[in-house]
């Protein structure tokens, strides 16, 4: 007999279930069942509801708690997009909601319809016992962030800021899960993140026959130039918080970053060096590659999207040392950028924090990083608004949690939703 699953679950077994991926560019499956799904909720537990629709089945769903104290709000956001899954890879059905091994499997597993459902699962403990959380709340779910958010977070801020109105801070995806250090577990809370840019390469030349010799080949180029981005080893660069975390994980784990280096204390982290080792540095990865029509045909354009992610602020400079390594053929152009932020490990919001997660794991550490993607706190930082990165996952030392996102067979154990839900719920009650 299958053991009844947790609210949290059942609703991020739900969640899984709606296909709302985002393949970019404009293009997506659309969020609005997902979208419609969280707002009967929501409407469910007496909340008044803001829906937006900027473009068609691209839904975000805004409400508004409010709490006992009327101080600053807090802002509770997730997105309700997917990226792509090829099911041929994957044991599960990517959009199943399987259960197996005490763990819920599937697209949006832990990027991010897990703390979807712990947000809704919280708010439904704490007001449907008749409690408030201390602090006015606006709480959203977002269309669209993993194409940047111009459909989802930014349209509602850019178009809606009154929703946000009394915020100053605001937690969302990718922060407060647990990393093991040699045996001894420890947390991340995401303090801030490297600024984005997506830029597009196009090389020219003539089209032909297939059988001429043409130096001048359009895809020739642009593979040379790929190559050198991709193969470009960019040197480390710390900032204060990249700083803070090399050191505390040197001192946790015995190791000196100046006798070792960097690099070294990260690679001793164990799986949680998948995320950290991106942001000491800059990284440009070519994702997508675009050229030709028929085998026997020289194209006269070739393309490739480069992803690139620097530490905040340093996205020109950046972009300056490209256009150097790739020459004056290629053409590059900006198809989207974003901000990146890096926020102080400190404050009544980090202190809390901190004091819980010691309160339901006791002794387990709790450092600052860097995240080396980017969430929906750029798009609230436009209005002022503090965002860090916490939906708290106490997890098995044995899961390689970076490789779930955006990864094959994403999926995230039950008992790390139940953990996390249960922080949560302290945190809107007691913060």
Do not use: C
């Amino acid at each position: 007999m299958t053991a009844e699953l947790s609210r949290t679950a059942t609703i991020a077994r739900d969640l899984i279930r709606f296909p709302s991926v985002n393949w970019g560019a404009g293009r997506s499956d659309g969020e609005a069942e997902a979208a419609g799904y969280l707002e009967a909720a929501l409407q469910a537990l007496g909340l008044e509801t803001h829906s937006f629709e900027p473009a068609p089945g691209r839904v975000s769903v805004v409400a508004r708690v409010e709490g006992r104290n009327r101080g600053p709000g807090l802002v509770l956001h997730g997105h309700t997009d997917v990226v792509p899954a090829d099911a041929a890879n994957w044991t599960v059905d990517p959009f199943g909601g399987e259960i197996r091994d005490g763990l819920l499997w599937g697209r949006g597993a832990v990027d991010m319809k897990d703390m979807d459902a712990m947000m809704l699962a919280s708010l439904e403990d704490i007001l449907s016992s008749g409690r408030q959380p201390n602090r006015d709340l606006t709480v959203a779910f977002f269309a669209d962030e993993e194409a940047g958010g111009v459909l989802g977070a930014h349209w509602v801020v850019d178009h809606h800021p009154e929703l946000f109105a009394g915020a100053t801070e605001a937690i969302s995806e990718v922060g407060g899960y647990s990393i093991d250090l040699a045996g001894r577990r420890a947390y991340l809370l995401q303090t801030g993140e490297k600024a984005l840019v997506w830029a597009k390469l196009t090389a020219r030349g003539p089209a032909s026959h297939g059988s001429r010799l043409i130096r001048d080949n359009a895809v020739t180029k642009l593979a040379e130039a790929v190559a050198r981005i991709g193969r470009k080893d960019w040197p480390i660069r710390l900032t204060e918080t990249t700083r803070s975390l090399v050191d505390e994980l040197g001192r946790l784990l015995g190791l000196d970053p100046k006798q070792v280096g960097e690099d070294a204390v990260v690679l001793a982290s164990g799986t949680a060096s998948g995320f950290i080792l991106a942001t000491l540095r800059t990284t440009t990865n070519p994702t997508v590659l675009e050229a030709g029509y028929k085998h026997n045909v020289i194209p006269d354009t070739a393309s490739a999207l480069i992803d690139i992610r620097t530490l905040p602020g340093e996205e020109e400079a950046v972009l300056a040392e490209l256009r150097e390594l790739i020459g004056p053929d290629i053409e590059i152009e900006t198809i989207h950028t974003d901000i990146g932020l890096e926020n102080p490990f400190q404050g009544p919001l980090v202190e809390k924090v901190v004091a819980l997660l010691g309160e339901h794991d006791p002794g387990a550490p709790v450092l600052p990083y860097l995240m080396s993607g980017g969430t929906d706190n750029k798009s609230l930082a436009q209005l002022g608004i503090t965002g860090y990165g916490f939906a708290p996952l106490q997890l098995p030392a044995d899961l390689n949690f970076p490789a779930m996102f955006h990864g094959v067979d994403e999926r995230v154990p039950l008992a790390s939703l139940d953990f996390g839900t249960k922080v949560l719920t302290d945190l809107l009650l007691g913060y």
